[in-house]
């Protein structure tokens, strides 16, 4: 893989107001990016924003904008400007030029790097690497000053051939192989898939750092790495769960997030064959966060994406322990599915009375959620997982005894 930072360093971020995107949602994005920035290790210092119809085609955000971001990088030792959104190799070159001696990222190339930095199978960094040199090859000419040279003689390059097309060239014929391997990795990972037999198989799917890494060792009790950063797990994890004397399989897969780089949702697609070829997705909500309707939204959409949209889903509400308060006030109406009746919002997005107790959650908008089961749960204060357990055993069970209907004792 190409090298990464090791070292820890400073930043700001840089993001655009937009008719599609208001001031709020684009706090929430920074919010994210900040977050991002920190799972890579860098310190954030500073957030420059602006209101435009569009981002500038040159440079982003406006010529004053970025005479300002200059500014403050040059007078406070800045190492990275980081942009919310993908830069075009355009508005890379020219960013460069005018912001010159710190790096210049967007949040395409943050999230690889960290990406990058967390691979640890072959898989994975295959699957990484493609992922890199694919974003990289339109960019070459921002990468490089030794570029605008041009050689020829023989055995080097053709006639006149610019070191840029050289440079193209090797790069293309490395995503090549690199695909290549990958069709080779998955021919095995297919063949191992093949030989678990006609096992129930339940995979976690989920916005990254939602908890499904903790719910996995909390169920196989093994210890799949778990931590407080974005992108703890890149590597489908499979751990075979016994449940009430059932066995299943359950996999842990990479965490979804959005504006997710175009190149790493094409190379982790297989990573993500183990989802598709599930029988039961446990999909991870982070009911405390101030966006989790959108997060559960961008997995949905990634589910269609890969074709599991169908699959029967148990959506799984955890760290409900950071969004419950105590009270011994009683919850006069259910602010979340009489939404006519309250007009003031918290910073959650939910009317001022939020619920208060488990039995409050069950009678909102989120326990009734068409076509699949809901559950509230606690991973970390395994709060309600008993519920959970006996809400999953129903669902493995119903499966294994179509699939193994000689095996009744086990019922």
Same mark, same amino acid.
């Given at each position: ?136 090859? #339109? ?19 053709? #006639? ?94 990479? *965490? ?55 699959? #029967? ?57 068409? *076509? ?40």
């Amino acid at each position: 893989m190409i090298e990464t930072r090791k070292e820890q360093e400073t930043c700001v971020l840089v993001g655009i107001a937009t008719r599609k995107q208001d001031k709020e949602l684009l706090e929430e994005y920074l919010d994210e990016l900040e977050f991002l920035a920190q799972t890579a290790d860098a310190i954030c210092v500073k957030r420059f924003t602006q209101s435009l119809d569009h981002p500038d085609v040159r440079t982003f955000v406006g010529s004053g904008k970025i005479q300002e971001i200059k500014d403050y990088v040059d007078s406070n030792g800045i190492d990275m400007v980081i942009f919310d959104d993908e830069l075009s190799p355009t508005q890379l070159r020219n960013i460069e030029q005018l912001v010159s001696d710190v790096k210049i990222l967007d949040r395409s190339n943050l999230i690889l790097d960290i990406f990058a930095s967390r691979a640890r199978t072959a898989h994975a960094k295959t699957q990484v690497e493609l992922a890199q040199y694919q974003y990289l090859l #339109p960019r070459l000419t921002n990468m490089w000053t030794h570029l605008q040279k041009q050689k020829g003689g023989i055995g080097m390059k053709g #006639p006149g051939e610019k070191e840029i097309e050289t440079d193209r060239r090797i790069i293309r014929d490395k995503i090549a192989a690199l695909k290549k391997d990958l069709q080779q990795i998955d021919k095995q990972k297919a063949t191992q898939r093949g030989n678990r037999g006609a096992m129930v198989r339940v995979a976690l799917v989920g916005y990254t750092n939602v908890g499904k890494s903790t719910l996995m060792n909390l169920l196989s009790k093994s210890e799949v790495k778990a931590e407080n950063k974005l992108f703890a797990t890149l590597d489908t994890t499979v751990r075979k769960v016994v449940l009430y004397n059932v066995p299943f399989l359950l996999s842990d897969t990479v *965490g979804f997030i959005r504006k997710l780089p175009h190149q790493l949702i094409e190379s982790f697609k297989s990573t993500l064959d183990e989802t598709r070829e599930s029988d039961i997705l446990l999909h991870i909500v982070d009911v405390a966060h101030p966006s989790f309707e959108d997060h559960m939204q961008v997995v949905n959409d990634t589910l269609n994406e890969i074709g599991s949209g169908d699959t #029967p889903t148990i959506v799984v509400f955890n760290k409900m322990d950071k969004l419950l308060f105590p009270s011994d006030e009683p919850l006069e109406i259910d602010e979340l599915t009489a939404a006519d009746q309250v007009e003031e919002t918290d910073s959650f997005g939910i009317e001022s009375s939020a619920p208060r107790s488990l039995e409050d959650l069950r009678h909102t908008w989120m326990a009734q959620l068409e *076509g699949q089961d809901v559950v509230f749960i606690s991973a970390h204060e395994k709060t309600n997982i008993q519920e959970f357990r006996d809400l999953l055993y129903e669902r493995v069970i119903a499966i294994h005894k179509e699939r193994y209907p000689y095996n009744d004792f086990l019922y």
